[in-house]
């Protein structure tokens, strides 16, 4: 099994970051020991495959993504050998964009779901698991997209079968402990406790994180839950100045930011003008993800996930180890 990154490769991955001019502010350092796990799955964007290194100490890469086109047919299907993964499995990651297009996939009165299901199983072939990740299922369609998992996973003979779930503390429209039954892994999506559209916000605080694996723990059997953690971050500005505007609009902003001159372009009015907004930024680096990944260890939780690889802090993963079995 993988061993943690060595100094030299940290360092190599570090210079790759910042180049020749490292950051000149300051992070806090771990301290301690690593945090253990059986597994480690990581999130791989084939786009950005290049970000992956198989020193990494990851048992599981999730490829991401097949999805589901607006005929629900199977597209952009990952291409499994294009990166070296070593001894690590592989994962077929498949999304589904859209509640409508989720609606019409998973709905059994609708032939696109069987096609969908059949699909699916043969672009499986090549990997060792399937992934699914299908984020937008309507509340009337709960039942469907257990049954929609519950086909899948009949015809998955053979391969690790996997769903992701978002975060949460009840049972909604992703009941945990029924969709365990027809999984080999349940990955729960804890992060975006904080979003674009909130107020600013760390992605995942470690006291929002432990109210949703307390529920977890409750509800998927421990060999089958992984806990998702966010390597990534958000920034926020304090006001935002695009936007569509009322003729009434328009002026109000121009008054209200001294705009002295309206200018003519192709017989339309244009005006500019200056602003300053205030940036706030949450982002995680090896101290915090090792800090929530020690709570988890501590609650007894037996494999780890991370979204994504190459959004992390290269440091993190000389604090993460795997058991050897």
Known sequence: MKKHLTIFTIILLSFCLFGANPPKYKLKTPTGNPAEFKESWGYVVMSRSNEYNKEMPVTDVCYFSADVNTYGELIDIPDRNKIDIGDARAHMVVVCSGRALTHFSIDPSYSIRKKLINDIV??????????IDFENVPEKDKSHFITFLADLRYKLKG?????????RTSEGTYPYKEISKYCDRVFVMV????WSGSRPGPVATPAWCKKICDYAVKTIPPEKLVMGVPFYGRTWQSKSHAGAWYFSGANRVMNENNVKEVTYENDIPKFTYSATVDVTGYFNDAYSVLNICRMYEEAKV???GFWRIGQEDPDFWQWLKIKQK
């Open 122 to 131: 043969a672009a499986a072939k090549p990997f060792d698991g399937v992934n």
């Open 159 to 167: 391969k690790i079968f996997s769903v992701c779930v978002p975060a």
């Open 191 to 194: 992060y975006d406790e904080h």
């Open 302 to 304: 037996q494999n780890i």
